[in-house]
């Protein structure tokens, strides 16, 4: 049974950081797609950054392009995002999702790719 697991969500003043890590079990292969999405209350999911093991790209939403970073740890099926510069806007209930599927590019930020999710880690930032 795969499953997904967030940490490091928190609290923050604009202009902090916050590290967010995803590990993944269950997984007979490393899984190709590893995504970050988040969702504030009254909006739809939004992906924000993706790791594709299959060409070794990475893939961002125009709106955190330059503050965040996503990474990959393939030893521990783990992926992680660093969130720089945060802005009230970055609040939101961030997931982690995986696929062992085709994505890339726009493709590997939609949630419809997506057939496994973690519970979510909130992120809140104060002005």
């Known amino acids: 049974q795969v499953q997904l697991v967030e940490s490091g969500g928190g609290s923050v003043q604009a202009g902090g950081s916050l590290r967010l890590s995803c590990v993944s079990t269950?997984?007979?292969?490393?899984?190709?797609?590893m995504t970050w999405f988040r969702q504030a209350p009254g909006q739809e999911r939004e992906g924000i950054a993706s790791?594709?093991?299959?060409?070794?790209?990475?893939f961002y939403a125009d709106s955190v392009k330059g503050r965040f970073t996503i990474s990959r740890d393939n030893t521990k099926n783990a992926i992680h995002l660093q969130m720089n510069s945060l802005k009230p806007e970055d609040s939101a209930m961030y997931y982690c999702?995986?696929?062992?599927?085709?994505?890339?590019?726009?493709?590997?930020?939609?949630?419809?790719?997506?057939?496994?999710w973690g519970q979510g880690t909130q992120v809140t930032v104060s002005s």
């Open positions: 999702a995986a696929s062992s599927g085709f994505c890339w590019g726009e493709n590997s930020l939609s949630p419809t790719l997506y057939e496994y």
């Open positions: 269950g997984f007979s292969d490393t899984a190709n797609c």
């Open positions: 790791s594709v093991l299959e060409g070794r790209r990475s």
